[in-house]
């Protein structure tokens, strides 16, 4: 398990970031879960709507893509690594429409290795590490690459 000594601050540290970025606050962007392995963010449908009734695709792919960069923000906080992160690249496949609230969870690619990204942090100031984030049921994913860069 991840030993984040005050996970709670923490948390809301990383909720108060997200509610400071105006198109995030505005699609009422919450964070629902975290743990060890992933973490999950969760948005109402209603503010995310489409003119079909469903979620609108630019939302799907927005809270995929901050599940991402929450969770590799928080695992570099949570280390003790003042760092800033940015989406590098994705890609997205849409599978069927969304006629629920977003939850999207983000997780590290089964390939990645975060104590080999943080070891390559600490040696360069900077690393990436591919994440896999879904919507709920599956109705859609992302393959996102974050870059960490030391701050300073």
Same mark, same amino acid.
């Not at 991840?2 to 996970?7: E, F, G, N, S, Y």
């Not at 927005?62 to 890609?91: H, I, K, N, P």
């Given at each position: $398990? %991840?030993?984040?000594?005050? #996970?709670? @601050?923490? %948390?809301?540290? /990383?909720?108060?970031? /997200?509610?400071? $970025?105006?198109?995030?606050? !505005? $699609?009422?962007?919450?964070?629902?879960?975290?743990?060890?392995? @992933?973490?999950? /963010?969760?948005?109402?449908?209603?503010?995310? =709507?489409?003119?079909?009734?469903?979620?609108?695709?630019?939302?799907?792919?927005? =809270? $995929?893509?901050? !599940?991402?960069?929450?969770? =590799?923000?928080?695992? %570099?906080?949570?280390?003790?690594?003042?760092?800033? =992160?940015?989406?590098?690249?994705?890609?997205?496949?849409? &599978?069927?429409?969304?006629?629920?609230?977003?939850? +999207?969870? !983000?997780?590290?690619?089964?390939?990645?290795?975060?104590?080999?990204?943080?070891?390559?942090?600490?040696?360069?100031?900077?690393? #990436?590490?591919? *994440?896999?984030?879904?919507?709920?049921?599956?109705? +859609?994913?992302?393959?996102?690459?974050? *870059?960490?860069?030391? &701050?300073?």
């Amino acid at each position: $398990m %991840l030993d984040i000594p005050d #996970r709670s @601050s923490l %948390l809301q540290q /990383l909720q108060a970031t /997200l509610d400071a $970025m105006p198109p995030v606050a !505005a $699609m009422g962007i919450r964070i629902a879960a975290c743990d060890h392995e @992933s973490l999950c /963010l969760q948005a109402p449908l209603g503010v995310n =709507v489409n003119d079909k009734g469903n979620a609108f695709g630019g939302s799907l792919a927005s =809270v $995929m893509t901050l !599940a991402g960069w929450a969770l =590799v923000s928080m695992r %570099l906080s949570a280390s003790g690594r003042d760092a800033e =992160v940015y989406v590098a690249d994705s890609s997205i496949r849409y &599978r069927s429409p969304v006629y629920a609230d977003l939850v +999207a969870t !983000a997780r590290a690619a089964p390939d990645q290795d975060w104590a080999a990204f943080l070891a390559l942090f600490d040696k360069r100031g900077r690393a #990436r590490l591919t *994440v896999h984030a879904r919507v709920d049921g599956g109705a +859609a994913e992302l393959e996102g690459r974050f *870059v960490a860069l030391a &701050r300073g």
